[in-house]
């Protein structure tokens, strides 16, 4: 599967964003998917993650109550919409998917996905 982010741009402090993930290729609902960002001089994050009926979500803990996932299976894509933005949520956005089974939270929090998609900037001014 090839996966390609978009929707990055400048956003104020508080503002939102919605991020979007599409997917080429058959049987985008046989994967899991995860949302990581990499900000500048830092390793790369795990953000949050969706199941494969978008039934189960879960998020890192600093963008929990702010940050929501989900996905459109006839669509081929997985969203990232982001409300109250802070300067610290500046970063390199990615979209990831994997085979695993399950709802695979530790595979895919881990970061250890099989697929991953260019990224699309992000950047939060105060």
């Known amino acids: 599967v090839q996966l390609q982010a978009s929707g990055g741009g400048l956003v104020q402090a508080g503002g939102s964003l919605r991020l979007s993930c599409a997917a080429s290729?058959?049987?985008?609902?046989?994967?899991?998917m995860g949302w990581f960002r990499q900000a500048p001089g830092k390793e790369r994050e795990f953000v949050g993650g969706i199941s494969r009926s978008g039934g189960s979500t879960y998020y890192a803990d600093r963008v929990k109550g702010r940050f929501t996932i989900s996905r459109d299976n006839a669509k081929n894509t997985v969203y990232l919409q982001m409300n109250s933005l802070k300067p610290e949520d500046t970063a390199v956005y990615y979209c990831?998917?994997?085979?695993?089974?399950?709802?695979?939270?530790?595979?895919?929090?881990?970061?250890?996905?099989?697929?991953w998609g260019k990224g699309t900037l992000v950047t939060v001014s105060s």
């Open positions: 290729g058959r049987a985008f609902g046989s994967y899991v």
């Open positions: 990831a998917a994997d085979h695993a089974p399950g709802i695979a939270t530790m595979t895919v929090s881990s970061g250890a996905m099989d697929y």
